[in-house]
């Protein structure tokens, strides 16, 4: 097994702030999601999406797959991409989040080869920037897959924060002083979950087509 190879986008939210499918939104004449993909690809060899509409995809080298789960939100994505994930990690992120920053994916997986090399295992690699725990764009052990089918199945909670607190999981945190000294993207958080957060992301960085 690869110690972290492998980047899952989770597309299958319902998009209802948005008003229309966000997994198939389209900024300068291209998809946003072969766009994601294709920064992704340089770090990592597989690629997989978890969608709830895989025949809306072409046919490439990614994996397409589905929830076996429904109605969990992001963790039913999470564990489908873990279950599927040919990696000892796989590096996270929605479908909705069109930034990302390459010397932050590096500097996570050095993160991971020097715990590993010092016997020193963490289950989690994320990010708390001003207060707020970020769960995408980071790194989740393979592993988690059975904690979280188990967590699924036993707990009302499906938040990703209620599930890493509940189970006692061992994430190793990266906050804003750490963030800062890197000089990291803080706009990988950026998400469009409404039209208002596209058109701002728009006028910063594209032209709608």
């Known amino acids: 097994m690869d110690i972290f190879n492998t980047a899952i986008i989770l597309a299958g939210g319902r998009s209802l702030r948005m008003k229309f499918d966000k997994q198939f939104l389209v900024i300068d004449n291209e998809r946003l999601m072969y766009k994601v993909i294709k920064n992704l690809e340089k770090h990592f060899k597989e690629i997989i999406i978890v969608t709830n509409k895989p025949d809306m995809y072409e046919n490439g080298k990614y994996t397409i797959i589905c929830d076996d789960i429904k109605n969990v939100g992001p963790l039913g994505g999470i564990l489908a991409g873990l279950s599927t994930s040919k990696s000892q990690y796989s590096y996270i992120v929605a479908c909705d989040m069109p930034n990302i920053d390459d010397y932050y994916i590096n500097y996570l997986k050095n993160k991971i080869v020097e715990d590993l090399n010092t016997e020193r295992e963490y289950s989690v690699y994320i990010s708390n920037i001003k207060g707020k725990t970020q769960f995408f764009h980071g790194f989740y052990k393979n592993s988690l897959k059975d904690n979280l089918y188990t967590y699924i199945y036993n707990e009302k909670s499906k938040s990703i924060k209620s599930f890493l607190n509940l189970q006692d999981i061992k994430a190793n945190v990266i906050y804003d002083e750490e963030f800062k ?15 208002e957060d596209l058109k701002k992301y728009i006028e910063k960085n594209h032209t709608l087509y």
């Open 181 to 195: 000294q890197n000089g990291f993207n803080e706009d990988i958080y950026i998400n469009l979950n409404t039209q």
